[in-house]
């Protein structure tokens, strides 16, 4: 557990304490996990189905395509607000309001007949993604105990691994054999799947503390939420600066044909799945080695990927490696977070989910421009440097212990 705390927060501490759980909810927490499956799935979708869609909507791909930059603009704003616009209600209520606007966005979408319809289901998806994400965390914190946080959070990110390595695929191929409108359909069906799964198994959830503007500046204000913040920058940006431009290097240095490429990225996504559990494995034992060594295997995978890629082997196993390790870093993460902020864990939640999609923007922004100027190496490069700076600062300056 966390030091003893003083004043107003530990008031708020000494109240919410005594509740934590001395036995596991397991089933709510597979249902959380089965809310983000279908999340993730639905956030993936336009991606494999931008062609099909862009055509019978009438538009263009590139303007097709701002049905991502909406889900994702509106869910970093969504993220750090949730918690104060709904600071009233039981948190089950709010999953559950946050799970039927994820289902009626996946049915908006599927019958849209305009871009502007199809935007206004993904801002509607947005709003559910921000708010889910910045409160699943805490939510994790009060269906198990402490000790038991890196698990609960692993078998909740399970969620996004399958959808990361099965979404683009499998609507890429329902889109093909019966069309677009038909996967959103589908991701809707996930959706209420989900519904009635946390309809059944999520326990009541009273708000324990009342979160404010002014709570998420205090909450910003302690050292630790700075320092985890400052890693989740670092790692994001790394990833998404170095990792999307795998593709075109795959393609013109170890100069792998398309089908080995798919192949491939497959293993990325496997390696992520189990990275996942391992994150959670070492996050109950050591939490900073769990958050530290993450970014350090990505850093190691993209100097590999630039010493050794012209070699397919090598270049396979880096890649397969970089999934394993980015799949690690959520979970311990989400971990040091919430232990940094236990009375304000929505809060602190928020907080990551909006820099973490701010990072997603820097990342792509930065290793455009990198790409265009200086090549796909220094997008790597950057990528390496970026993930190595998280992992020192995590050794440097992370959490002293698992608490």
Not at 19 to 40: C, H, I, K, M
Not at 75 to 91: N, V, Y
Not at 197 to 205: G, N
Not at 362 to 385: C, K, W
Request: glycine share 10%.
């Amino acid at each position: 557990m966390t030091e003893p705390a003083t004043g107003a927060i530990g008031a708020v501490l000494d109240r919410t304490e005594p509740e934590e759980r001395t036995e596991p909810a397991w089933g709510a927490v597979v249902s959380l996990a089965l809310g983000v499956f279908g999340l993730v799935t639905a956030e993936f979708l336009p991606a494999s189905l931008l062609t099909r869609l862009a055509q019978d909507l009438g538009v263009s791909e590139g303007a097709a395509g701002q049905a991502v930059t909406a889900t994702a603009v509106v869910g970093a704003i969504a993220a750090p607000t949730m918690a104060i616009i709904t600071k009233r209600l039981d948190r089950r209520l709010v999953m559950w309001i946050l799970s039927v606007l994820l289902i009626v966005s996946n049915l908006v979408a599927a019958f849209a007949s305009s871009l502007t319809m199809l935007l206004l289901a993904r801002v509607a998806l947005g709003v559910a993604l921000g708010g889910f994400w910045s409160m699943s965390a805490a939510m994790a914190l009060r269906l198990v105990p402490m000790r038991l946080m890196p698990r609960a959070m692993s078998i909740i990110l399970t969620g996004v691994s399958v959808a990361t390595v099965t979404a683009a695929p499998v609507g890429a191929y329902v889109g093909d054999i019966w069309g677009w409108r038909t996967a959103f359909m589908i991701a809707a069906v996930v959706g209420a799947l989900a519904l009635l799964v946390q309809l059944a198994t999520l326990p009541s959830l009273p708000p324990t503390t009342v979160a404010s503007f002014r709570t998420l500046i205090a909450v910003l204000k302690r050292p630790m939420i700075r320092v985890a913040l400052l890693v989740v920058l670092l790692v994001a940006s790394g990833q998404f600066a170095g990792f999307t431009y795998v593709r075109p290097f795959l393609e013109t240095v170890p100069v792998l044909p398309i089908a080995t490429i798919s192949l491939v990225l497959l293993a990325y996504g496997i390696g992520g799945f189990f990275g996942n559990f391992a994150g959670a494995f070492l996050a109950e034992r050591n939490l900073k080695m769990a958050v530290g060594l993450a970014p350090l295997l990505i850093a190691l995978s993209a100097v590999a990927l630039l010493v050794l890629g012209a070699s397919p082997i090598a270049a396979a196993a880096a890649v397969t490696a970089w999934g394993f390790a980015f799949g690690a870093v959520p979970v311990g993460l989400q971990t040091w977070l919430v232990r940094a902020a236990p009375d304000q864990a929505e809060s602190a939640g928020g907080l990551m989910v909006a820099t973490f999609q701010v990072a997603i923007a820097l990342g792509a922004i930065v290793g455009g421009l990198l790409v265009d100027h200086a090549g796909v190496a220094s997008a790597f490069a950057y990528g390496a440097v970026a993930t190595l700076l998280a992992a020192l600062v995590t050794f440097a300056m992370g959490p002293k212990r698992a608490e």
